[in-house]
């Protein structure tokens, strides 16, 4: 038996270690890969094959001259939905590198849900592959796939501990679970292994000193999933380590038992909304016309998405308020003056709809996790976001309430502020569920129902307390959509219906926002008119207005939109031109009176210095059309 790889990758030949190297194999390469911009539609990546392979070769030659004995070819792509053409061209790259493979252990990988049939028959036919792996934690039908036949001879790689999430094994389940597929792939063929690379959860526990205890007990991080991986590996071997097995029976049964995880209202109240619908009783259409006899907004209306510049200062105060530094009276007044400058500001500004900025928030989802009941936070659980930016994301451990408002006290001292409407500012439940760390114990659904109730308790909160325009994030909705496209219908129909269950209790006259990241969104179009918001504000101006398109398409549209007009990506300013162009190629597809002019997404990483001018250009471009639109009636 190998011993259990989990894809951590050092200069390992040199160190004398044996350990397998990792590549992302030839043809998800290229599935995954974009073309370069102008390059044709019609352009098939997968043509590129034959010019990629040699270097492939090239690459296998090396290590074997330095003494690999076996290397793996990570296919993720596998388990999406891909046509035969698509998945010939497995066969055909693996047929081609068998040669060059000769004498090692090749091993191809697939990770994050199970490979179709139709894939799994191509997969488990490829030649020169001595070993196949699959995640036995999202892939939930990978056993049944493997017990309908697998290739004698050849070895399992068995993804049976979780490499994305930060749950304790159940070690007990785990190891029936490998003694049913020994049987099936033969003694000496089966590897113990993580469902995927370890890449996605956090590293070492023993970083938590502070970490309740009992909560711990639960949570395996990477360094601890490596020794469940082996401890696995030694009980199917016949060298169970009983106290290691019975420490971990105990700490399943602590969690399945423990009365911090259960609030029996709470799951009633979720399993409540199953099944049925939740909808504001007054279409979009005459709502919009309630609120604008409230609000009286100029047509085009100004906002911002919600955070202002986070300078050191202000990183400054939180911590220190945090480490108990200064008290919670000079904490205020410290937050207190940071959002009396933005509301100045943002009337300097002339905006119309204001924010407060959000400088009591280090994250969108820590500060809220922070208030919930059923949610732990790490001191050192970091994990990669993109590049070299990384998040800490929450835990859910248990049922999720709110023992008090969360938001009210600063929005309402912000709208004091202020004769212009201020937005009350929330992330929604989909977005907090979708980056953090959740539960395994339940579907993912009845955690995001029960997110949904603890923020809709403070939407209607705030409505209370004079808040007229509340704007709940859902930045992260887009980015849980399952892999394949049989799996869509579903995550959409309860993602949306979450987000409706939040907004479904206001009356007519409270204008609810929401705001979402990113561009690709004309699939999921129908879902996001779905989610019944008044007024959305989304990511535009970095697709090369990939978003009007789908409204060039005869798309109806009826509530408000605001399609980002700069990319607050980058330092640059834009001018007043560029930006009444953008609006102009909007009024183009889309109706005066729903257009809003808003940046692309929050600002808290800009400087003010790029902020001030930026948004000057902004407003005087909404106002130069306000004075077009005027006088071309
Ligand atoms: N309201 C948040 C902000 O302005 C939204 C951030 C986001 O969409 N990622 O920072
Ligand atoms: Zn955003």
């Given amino acids: 038996m190998f011993l259990a790889f989990c894809n951590i990758y050092f200069s390992p030949m040199q160190l004398g270690v044996d350990t397998v190297p990792v590549f992302v194999g030839p043809v998800s390469y290229l599935l995954l890969s974009k073309p370069a911009k102008g390059v044709e539609k019609s352009f098939s990546l997968l043509s590129l094959l034959d010019k990629i392979l040699p270097i492939y070769k090239e690459v296998v030659a090396e290590l074997k001259a330095a003494g690999a004995s076996s290397i793996q070819f990570d296919e993720p792509t596998l388990v999406m939905d891909l046509d035969s053409h698509q998945l010939q061209a497995f066969t055909k790259a693996y047929s081609e590198l068998e040669a060059s493979c000769s004498g090692l252990n090749v091993i191809v990988e697939t990770y994050f849900a199970d490979v179709p049939s139709e894939a799994f028959k191509t997969l488990t036919s490829l030649k020169g592959v001595t070993g196949f792996g699959f995640d036995l934690v999202r892939g939930t039908k990978t056993l049944d796939l493997i017990k309908g036949g697998f290739p004698t001879g050849k070895y399992l790689f068995a993804g049976v501990v979780d490499g994305r999430n930060i749950w304790a094994n159940d070690l007990a389940a785990s190891l029936s679970v490998l003694q049913e597929l020994e049987s099936i792939v033969g003694k000496d063929k089966l590897v113990v292994s993580t469902s995927c690379s370890l890449l996605h959860t956090a590293v070492d526990r023993i970083n938590e000193p502070k970490l309740d205890q009992e909560i711990k007990s639960w949570l395996a991080f990477a360094a601890q999933k490596v020794v469940e991986v082996n401890a696995l590996a030694k009980a199917l071997a016949g060298h169970k380590e009983e106290a290691f097995f019975s420490e971990n029976a105990a700490a399943q049964a602590s969690r399945k038992s423990s009365p911090r995880v259960t609030n029996e209202a709470v799951q009633k109240a979720a399993s409540a909304l199953k099944g049925s619908d939740h909808r504001r009783a007054t279409d979009v259409s005459a709502r919009l016309d309630a609120q604008q006899k409230k609000l009286k907004l100029p047509v085009l209306p100004t906002t911002t998405i919600g955070s202002f510049p986070q300078t ?96 009210v006290f600063w929005s309402t001292m912000a709208q004091s502020m202020t004769a212009r409407p201020m937005k009350g500012m929330l992330t929604g439940p989909v977005t907090i569920l979708n980056w953090s760390f959740v539960r395994n114990d339940q579907p993912r659904f009845e955690t995001c129902y029960q997110i949904a109730l603890a923020i809709k308790d403070e939407v209607e909160d705030l409505e209370k307390a004079g808040i007229t325009v509340i704007q709940i994030d859902e930045a992260a909705l887009r980015e849980g959509l399952p892999l394949r496209k049989s799996e869509h219908a579903f995550y959409l129909d309860w993602a ?25 969104f004309n699939d999921i179009i129908h879902s996001i008119i779905d989610m019944d918001a008044d007024v959305i504000t989304i990511e535009n101006s970095r697709s090369d207005e990939k978003l009007l398109s789908v409204f060039r398409e005869g798309v109806k549209y009826g509530a408000g939109i605001g399609p980002g007009v700069y990319d607050i990506h980058s330092p640059r300013i834009p001018s007043t031109e560029e930006i009444a162009d953008r609006i102009n190629k909007m009024l183009a597809v889309l109706e005066t009176n729903i257009l809003w002019v808003n940046p692309d997404c929050g600002l808290k990483t800009r400087k003010y210095t790029e902020v001030k001018p930026a948004l000057k250009n902004m407003v005087a471009a909404a106002k130069l059309l306000r004075t077009e639109l005027a006088s071309a009636k």
Avoid at 346 to 367: A, F, K
Avoid at 499 to 514: A, K, L, P, S
């Fill in 496 to 520: 949306v219906h979450s987000f409706r269950i939040v907004n479904c209790g206001v009356q007519d006259t409270t204008q609810i926002h929401t705001h979402m990241c990113y561009s690709n």
């Fill in 312 to 407: 050191m200062d202000l990183r400054r105060v939180r911590r220190e308020f945090k480490a108990k530094k200064i008290s919670e009276e000079d904490y205020v007044k410290a937050i207190k003056e940071e959002i009396n400058k933005v509301v100045k500001l943002q009337e300097e500004l002339d905006i119309d709809v204001l924010v407060h900025g959000e400088p009591e928030r280090n994250d969108m989802v820590e500060y809220f996790g922070e208030q919930l009941s059923g949610f732990a936070f790490t001191a050192n659980g970091w994990v990669q976001s993109y590049g070299s930016r990384c998040v800490k994301p929450p835990i859910i451990y248990g049922d999720v309430s709110r023992p008090k408002p969360m938001t």
